[in-house]
């Protein structure tokens, strides 16, 4: 089973809101996912981005492999460094 670490789009028309998800990597965007492990809100001023550092390096070190998004998000919080 290959897991990975991407965004779940939540929030209404135009105005999103995504939580950080570890899912399966063939099941749908917003289907049922394995765990969560932040959010990230870019409609408010400032962006708003909470992560679980904690979580992420448990996933990462397990082999959750992050999309080219969460990817960002994560180096931005501090989590995720190449």
Not at 59 to 69: D, H, K, Y
Request: proline share 5%.
């Amino acid at each position: 089973m290959a897991v990975r670490i991407r965004l779940k789009r939540l929030g209404a028309k135009k105005a999103p809101f995504y939580r950080i998800v570890v899912a399966d990597s063939r099941s749908a965007r917003n289907s049922k996912s394995i765990d969560e492990i932040g959010y990230y809100d870019p409609t408010t001023e400032p962006v708003v981005l909470k992560v679980d550092n904690e979580a992420a390096k448990k996933w990462l070190n397990n082999g959750a492999q992050p999309s080219e998004t969460a990817k960002a998000l994560l180096k931005k919080a501090g989590v995720y460094a190449e």
